[in-house]
């Protein structure tokens, strides 16, 4: 049996938080929050709370026992980028793409 959680509209980089997403993929649920706990990152604090969401939603929607689960699936997909601008020399202007993503976590019973 499967459960899901997805965070969406992150103001973090899909790039950036996909090294962190490659941290846990495929272990653990204890293992991975300990992961998370100790990862100097931005996105660490997103994927540990849309795990923690996925572990809720195991218990109370699922009745899953927390200890056998483990990270099936964890994938960052990109979001809607912010653009900005930033002035320069000579009058001109270049664009700044501030970036965001889409979290999702499948978790599975071993």
Avoid at 65 to 89: C, H, M, N, Y
């Amino acid at each position: 049996m499967e459960v899901r959680a997805v965070s969406k509209f992150l103001r973090v980089s899909p790039h950036k938080a996909r090294l962190v997403a490659d941290l846990v993929r495929g272990k653990k649920v204890s293992d991975a929050l300990t992961i998370l706990k100790f990862t100097p990152k931005k996105s660490g604090r997103f994927i540990n709370k849309t795990l923690r969401s996925a572990v809720a939603n195991a218990e109370n929607t699922k009745s899953m026992d927390v200890e056998t689960l483990f990270v099936k699936s964890i994938f960052v997909d990109k979001g809607p980028q912010l653009k900005r601008w930033r002035p320069r020399a000579m009058g001109r202007a270049t664009k700044i793409l501030k970036g965001s993503s889409h979290i999702t976590i499948i978790l599975a019973e071993k």
